[in-house]
């Protein structure tokens, strides 16, 4: 079993920044990548940032640039830097692990909220 926390988010104004974290606990042996995804009212989850715990990471186009992923390893927190925030970046923003072998697993989610 693998258990998620998250924290950070909050309400900030356009064109600020925000930090989120998320720690992982439990069978991580297998564990290949964490990420970040989010969904806002009346809309599906998407993608927002994923990394291995080789370093790779992979990012929405619409935040390319703005958004940056990292992982410690030794620590099983992926954390996710949101700089130039935009009201569309509103949304609920969950953290996912991926274990080979298990599947994925998800945080509770954390509540972002961009103000215009």
């Known amino acids: 079993q693998v258990q998620l926390v998250e924290s950070g988010g909050g309400l900030v104004q356009a064109g600020g920044s925000l930090g989120l974290s998320c720690a992982a606990s439990?069978?991580?042996?297998?564990?290949?990548?964490m990420g970040w995804y989010r969904q806002a009212p009346g809309n599906q989850r998407e993608l927002v940032a994923t990394i291995t715990t080789g370093g790779r990471a992979d990012y929405a186009d619409s935040v390319k640039g703005r958004f940056t992923i990292s992982r410690d390893n030794a620590k099983n927190t992926v954390y996710l830097q949101m700089n130039s925030l935009k009201p569309e970046d509103t949304a609920v923003y969950y953290c996912?692990?991926?274990?080979?072998?298990?599947?994925?697993?998800w945080g509770q989610g954390t509540q972002v909220a961009v103000s215009s």
């Open positions: 439990g069978s991580l042996f297998r564990l290949y990548a």
């Open positions: 996912k692990a991926s274990i080979a072998a298990q599947g994925h697993y």
